[in-house]
């Protein structure tokens, strides 16, 4: 046996698999420190050790096809990025987005469709300033009272249309009014016919996927029942279990149905993180979404999500 080649192996597995120092190499092979950065050195010359830079823009072609086979979606955009701090990789997914739906919306006489969310709000807060004719924005659902910034959904849509110089139209009744009756009334309303007319015509629908921590906070305001242990995310209040399946939790709703969404031209999911993982799979799985924009380790872990 080639006991130097084995040294090579062994200081190899150390360095690259087990993430020992070179110092602490030499206290567990009883070596010098300069003998073992000599073994390493050696290892990839001798080819015991085999160094690949991957073209990160490469890796993400394959990530995105890997999504777009595996969901059957029309599209994905994955973001790199250099590191797994959550707060970088929101950031660089937006901007990823950002550019994406620029393009999308420059060429005007677009009827686009603004959800709302964490996600949605960086999105438009990151979104640069776009002259683009022609375009109208409109939010996906009625008003709430829900005190976070990002869940007022006229003001989600005013701030986007103001940065893509759009006409806004805004939902003047609630998401869930107090009973069938009153449902039915501002069903009659003006307002809400012009919004159910442009949600049968959304060309661009702009969506987050909201996952327990959503059911949570909705969940405080509308109530809670029994499908809503099932639920492990939203796409604009359409809620699903891991499989996909659409789970009404309320009844009353004044919004953009599922069937609006599946109609659009196109809907874009902009999602990332390790705590969504299971909430963009089971969005994959209802169909509702077209495009899905996340960073790249976000993707992996739903290619490798049982």
């Known amino acids: 046996m080639d006991i130097r080649k084995k040294q090579m192996q062994e200081a190899a597995i150390l360095y690259y698999e087990k993430n020992y120092t070179q110092s602490e190499i030499a206290d567990i092979m009883n070596l010098s420190r300069q003998t073992v950065s000599k073994l390493l050195t050696d290892a990839v010359k ?11 823009e490469i890796t993400c072609k394959d990530l995105e096809q890997a999504l777009c086979e595996r969901f059957g979606i029309k599209n994905a955009v994955v973001c790199g990025v250099s590191a797994l701090d959550e707060s970088l990789s929101l950031l660089m997914t937006v901007k990823r987005a950002c550019e994406y739906i620029e393009t999308l919306v420059k060429s005007g006489n677009k009827k686009i469709a603004i959800s709302w969310g964490h996600t949605v709000q960086k999105l438009i807060s990151e979104l640069p300033s776009v002259n683009a004719p022609g375009n109208t924005v409109f939010p996906l659902f009625g008003a709430t009272d829900l005190e976070e910034s990002c869940f007022a959904s006229n003001e989600l849509a005013r701030s ?15 998401y869930r009014p107090d009973n069938f009756e009153d449902s039915v ?8 016919k012009k919004l159910y007319d442009l949600w049968n015509s959304i060309d661009i629908a702009i969506v987050g996927i909201g996952n327990r921590d959503s059911i949570e906070t909705l969940g405080k305001s509308f109530g809670y029942n029994e499908k809503c242990n099932s639920a492990i995310g939203d796409v604009s209040t359409h809620f699903f279990d891991e499989e996909g399946n659409i789970l009404k939790l309320y009844e009353n709703t004044l919004c953009a149905t599922k069937e609006n969404l599946k109609k659009a031209k196109e809907t874009i999911a902009v999602a990332c993180g390790k705590d969504k993982t299971a909430a963009i799979v089971g969005a994959m799985r209802t169909n509702l979404i077209d495009t899905l924009i996340t960073d790249e380790y976000t993707a992996k872990n739903i290619i490798d999500y049982k």
């Open 185 to 192: 009334l501002f069903k009659k309303t003006s307002y809400y």
């Open 46 to 56: 001798e080819n015991i050790v085999e160094i690949k830079i991957h073209d990160p």
């Open 160 to 174: 986007f249309a103001d940065k893509i110089g759009a006409e806004v139209k805004y939902a003047w009744f609630p």
